[in-house]
């Protein structure tokens, strides 16, 4: 399976999954799985519609919020919030490296009142520094 990394109790993020993983995913105990790369990006990567049957197949639920070279808006991050906020547990975000998906989760976090250090702070711990994202945080951020 995968290398997954804990970003805390609610989220972990990682590189592409496969179809395979899906049914250990469930059994690990994720609820639901945030697709954040768009199809087509890598030859061979499983397509979304692939991943959403075969999460469909585990019990999982499945939210597709592509992220491209353009950035993120303001509808993704609120997408991303509405996902961690409806979940009935641990979601699994992914995309090519886990980067993206990270970003995201923090860009929500901080959105919905998340301090920027704290959100830095967890993401460092699972190996993403987020210096280059910490102007957005900032100006997402009512706490700092």
């Known amino acids: 399976m995968t290398t997954l990394r804990t970003i805390d109790a609610t989220i972990s993020v990682a590189p592409q999954i496969s179809r395979e993983?899906?049914?250990d995913?469930?059994?690990?105990g994720f609820t639901a799985i945030v697709n954040n790369r768009p199809d087509g990006e890598d030859v061979g990567?499983?397509?979304?519609?692939a991943i959403a049957a075969a999460a469909a197949a585990a019990g999982l639920g499945y939210t597709?919020?592509?992220?491209?070279h353009a950035g993120f808006s303001?509808?993704?991050?609120?997408?991303?919030?509405?996902?961690l906020a409806e979940a009935t547990g641990p979601v699994l975000a992914y995309c090519?490296?886990?980067t993206r998906s990270c970003n995201l989760w923090a860009l929500a976090a901080v959105?919905?009142?998340a301090h920027p250090d704290a959100a830095m702070?967890?993401?460092a711990a699972a190996g993403y520094d987020l210096t280059g994202l910490r102007p957005l945080l900032d100006a997402l951020s009512t706490a700092a």
């Open 45 to 49: 990567q499983p397509t979304g519609d």
């Open 74 to 83: 303001h509808p993704q991050i609120d997408a991303m919030a509405a996902v």
């Open 121 to 123: 702070a967890k993401a």
């Open 64 to 68: 597709a919020i592509p992220i491209t």
């Open 111 to 113: 959105k919905a009142g």
């Open 25 to 28: 995913l469930a059994a690990a």
């Open 96 to 98: 090519r490296s886990g």
């Open 21 to 23: 993983d899906l049914a």
